[in-house]
């Protein structure tokens, strides 16, 4: 039986999808120009099909009717926040494996005196076929 050293969780496609997501999302807010001390409706010239829109939409609707009032007098700030905790809740603990195993294959596999990414020698990369 070979022995292994200590393991982690190896972040797959789905855990990449989730924290694409959620940096997505912030880009989204930063892009538009939304911050937290001047929030604008920069949703609004969205396209209305675009599923981020529908998304923050339905979170301005949720709130208003928790608070009791119009959806114009929803606090942007507060729905800014919403939008970006449902992205984060999304991907969960994928953002710890899609980060750390990037951090432990630079570490491991990477020349540490250069500040780009050039594998060191004699690490030799095998592609083995998933089986069928």
């Known amino acids: 039986m070979a022995q292994h050293g ?10 990449f999808k989730k924290v694409h997501n959620f940096l997505n999302a912030c880009d989204t807010i930063w892009d538009n120009k939304w911050s937290l001390s001047d929030c604008e409706d920069a949703w ?4 209305d099909e675009d599923e981020e829109k529908i998304l923050v939409l339905s979170i301005q ?8 009032i119009d959806l114009d007098e929803v606090d942007n700030k507060i729905l800014m926040y919403e939008y970006l905790k ?14 750390w195993g990037g ?20 690490i030799v990369f095998n592609h083995v076929e998933p089986e069928q």
């Not at 609707?61 to 009791?68: F, M, S, V």
């Not at 992205?87 to 980060?99: G, L, M, N």
């Not at 491991?108 to 594998?119: G, H, I, N, S």
């Open 6 to 15: 200590m393991r982690m969780a190896k972040p797959d496609e789905k855990d």
């Open 44 to 47: 609004e010239d969205w396209d």
């Open 61 to 68: 609707k949720e709130l208003a009717e928790d608070e009791g």
């Open 86 to 99: 449902r992205k984060f809740k999304q991907a969960d603990c994928s953002w710890r494996r899609v980060v």
């Open 103 to 122: 951090e432990i294959v630079i570490e491991a596999a990477c020349d540490p005196t250069l500040d780009y990414c050039d594998f060191m020698p004699g």
